[in-house]
């Protein structure tokens, strides 16, 4: 599955990210993660995935964790869903989710992003989150 659809259905994709990375850089027309320079590709997961990924790679993180949900149909940049290239260091609980990850070879535009929920830690680690907004507030 190659191009910029979602795949079977165009479902969501969904992509993990702390709230101070998310408002630096964000341009308010695109989001691009800092570790785009490194990967070449903004790293995704499909639902079943999000809380397995959030688990295994941001465990300790400290700040407020989001999700952003993304429309792939949306999306100006690619979309290829590969297989997992796992960090070493974090868990691998994820892997057991899905046999490929969706990756977006540039750019989020935020246009695509159709909603931002935060991902709460619960007694068994992160939870879906209870709803999803259209944007973030403004910075206090």
Wanted: proline content about 10%.
């Amino acid at each position: 599955m190659d191009g910029a659809g979602g795949g079977p259905s165009g479902r969501p994709i969904y992509h993990i990210v702390t709230e101070a990375e998310f408002r630096a850089q964000n341009d308010g027309r695109q989001y691009l993660p800092a570790e785009f320079a490194a990967s070449g590709f903004v790293h995704c997961a499909l639902g079943a995935s999000v809380l397995p990924v959030a688990n295994d790679y941001y465990a300790g993180v400290d700040g407020t964790l989001l999700l952003l949900r993304i429309d792939p149909t949306r999306l100006k940049s690619p979309v290829r869903y590969e297989a997992a290239a796992p960090d070493p260091t974090a868990g691998s609980s994820h892997l057991a989710t899905s046999p490929v990850f969706p990756h977006v070879y540039g750019p989020i535009d935020m246009e695509a992003i159709d909603g931002i929920g935060i991902l709460a830690r619960g007694a068994d680690g992160y939870e879906w989150p209870l709803e999803f907004v259209a944007s973030l507030p403004p910075s206090r």
